[in-house]
Nanobody, 114 residues
Framework: QVQFVESGGGVVQPGGSLKLTCATS????????MNWYRQAPGQERELVAR????????FYADSVKGRFTATRNHADSTAYLQMNDLKPEDTAVYYC???????WGQGTQVTVSS
């Protein structure tokens, strides 16, 4: 079955960096857009980035433009989200999912705090 396993989160000070990893299985990775979402406490889940099968990034949320970079590796069916210059407002649980999927992974917690 389709699975998404996010990892790489943690606690970081403002201005720090983290790289999130999304390991996938159960579908043909190279055929699907991959999306990164985040959900902060008490807020709705929001789309952060969308990367096409070609590797072209089709969308970044305005709040992360210039700081986050989405990439993908077809060889190991993995998506990545490099996050630089992190801010407290980036604190959230981060999820990945292919476009159209109905399942979610467990997410990875990112906490930005001094």
């Amino acid at each position: 079955q389709v699975q998404f396993v996010e990892s790489g989160g943690g606690v970081v000070q403002p201005g720090g960096s983290l790289k999130l990893t999304c390991a996938t299985s159960g579908f043909t990775f190279r055929n699907y857009e991959m999306n990164w979402y985040r959900q902060a406490p008490g807020q709705e889940r929001e789309l952060v980035a969308r990367i096409a099968p070609s590797g072209t990034v089709r969308f970044y949320a305005d709040s992360v433009k210039g700081r986050f970079t989405a990439t993908r590796n077809h060889a190991d069916s993995t998506a990545y989200l490099q996050m630089n210059d992190l801010k407290p407002e980036d604190t959230a649980v981060y999820y990945c999912q292919h476009a159209g999927a109905s399942t979610w992974g467990q997410g990875t917690q990112v906490t930005v705090s001094s």
